[in-house]
């Protein structure tokens, strides 16, 4: 029997994860965050009062076992002067299924059976909730989308509304055999789901190992000038009594040309390891050249990533 690998997340971060792991024999439960209020997104939560749906399209897409046209029919975007304008493919069949079954996860289950995927995709609440952000300068934003726009130091997330978590998220929490964060923007992709008490609590009654995968560039306003430990450190305040008790970091060099191109185009900058002070929050880690930079941004090894995860899953 295949071992039981449950991962939290949402965005590019998650996805990329998970094109890697699905290349092993393990059972995959991806949990992902809905919150998401942009773009093709956010018109249809607005007009059909549903949970955000772009984060799970990318994740289908990336489990995904069909033909590479599916992929790109799934995130095709419409351009036309009219409604239509901007939404992708995947994101209106999507809010279409979920018209028709009743409930998103009951129509992300529907299209998983069409797309032969490598594994299970769970929103973490049927809720339409929205994501708000108290700042470091005392201000408060509403929004996924504002909140990464502003640009502004965190201090707190939490949702405007009260979320109901998904009862398919807290069984997976509680078969797992391994629990992890994936890598991501730290406050508006893996928080949110931490930020849904009952998911925290499922997670404390777990024996499962909890693994984050470090971020390899900082976020502009997010995380600037944080090492690998500030990001466990803020992990571990959402997280109830249980706390990381490993962390994936990356000790390859990443060139000097395209740290100069992240730094001038987006602001952002490599993530250090600080060894020392992860060793003092008791965090075993895992480090290797995971940087792969064929596109020309940077990016995870999703392949070498994957292997650790899956070996760690044998320590259970």
């Known amino acids: 029997m295949n071992k039981k690998v449950v991962v939290l997340g949402g965005g590019t971060g998650l996805s990329s994860l998970l094109k890697g792991l699905k290349m092993y024999p393990v ?3 991806a949990i992902v965050s809905v919150c998401d209020d942009g773009r093709s997104t956010g018109k249809l939560r607005k007009e059909f009062n549903i949970p955000a749906v772009g984060d799970i399209r990318q994740v289908l897409v990336s489990l ?23 939404h992708s493919v995947g994101n209106l069949m999507l809010a279409a299924l979920t018209n028709i079954t009743g409930n998103l996860t009951d129509g992300v289950e529907s299209l998983s059976k069409v797309l032969n995927l490598k594994g299970k995709i769970i929103p973490v609440t049927e809720d339409n909730v929205t994501l708000m952000a108290k700042m470091k300068d005392g201000t408060t934003v509403e929004g996924e989308h504002n909140i990464t726009a502003a640009k502004k130091q965190i201090k707190d997330i939490y949702y405007k509304e ?74 571990n305040k959402y997280l109830g009594k249980r706390k990381i008790d490993i962390v994936i970091t990356n000790n390859g060099e990443i060139s000097e040309e395209i740290i100069k191109k992240y730094a001038v185009l987006e602001q952002k900058d490599p993530v250090p390891f600080d060894k020392e002070n992860v060793k003092k929050l008791n965090v075993r880690y895992i480090s290797d050249n995971f940087v792969s930079t064929d596109t020309g941004m940077i990016r995870h090894d999703t392949y070498k990533l994957a292997f650790y995860i899956f070996r760690e899953t044998f320590k259970n």
């Open 27 to 29: 059972d995959i439960s």
């Open 64 to 86: 995904s076992e069909t033909e590479p046209l599916i992929e790109d029919l799934l995130n095709y975007r419409f351009k036309t002067d009219d409604d239509l304008n901007g």
């Open 162 to 235: 009260k979320a109901v978590t998904n009862d398919a998220a807290l069984k997976a929490i509680n078969e797992a055999d391994l629990i992890v964060l994936s890598m991501g923007s730290l406050f508006t992709s893996i928080i949110p789901d931490l930020i849904c008490k009952d998911i925290i609590k499922a997670i404390d009654k777990s024996k499962a190992p909890i693994m984050y995968v470090c971020n390899m560039m900082t976020q502009p306003g997010e995380t600037d000038g944080f090492k690998v430990s500030d990001h466990i450190k803020v992990l």
